[in-house]
């Protein structure tokens, strides 16, 4: 079963996925935000299509215990994101992407740094 995270902004929710093996985030899409229902609607789809057990949401708390009760078998973790769009920024610039383009997955992107973040504390440490 893979991980998956949000980044959730007013706007757009960035949306990222581990591999099977849980080591690995890897951005999956941006949901432009239009309805609460679609917006839902559209993450129950991913979650079903990437067999999730596990939701890792950054903040806000409504929206966690939301996924909580929309989604009962799977588990929904509280991540502290700060910074994370700050992180994914970085990583963008470095890989020389435009302001356009970076504005298009900043998000996505913020999602793979919070799941990475979560995947690497739960990894065993020698």
Do not use: C
Not at 99 to 108: G, L, S, T, Y
């Amino acid at each position: 079963m893979r991980k998956m995270s949000l980044d959730v902004g007013t706007r757009t929710i960035g949306i990222a996925v581990s591999d099977l093996l849980g080591m690995i985030a890897n951005g999956v899409e941006t949901i432009h935000r239009t309805t609460e229902e679609r917006d839902y609607a559209r993450i129950a789809e991913l979650i079903a299509e990437h067999e999730v057990d596990t939701l890792v949401v950054g903040y806000p708390k409504n929206m966690a215990e939301k996924l909580r009760t929309m989604f009962p078998k799977v588990q929904v973790v509280l991540w502290d994101e700060r910074l994370s769009t700050v992180a994914a920024e970085k990583v963008l610039v470095d890989a020389d992407l435009r302001r356009k383009k970076r504005k298009k997955v900043i998000d996505m992107m913020a999602a793979v740094v919070i799941l990475q973040n979560y995947l690497d504390s739960k990894s065993f440490k020698i």
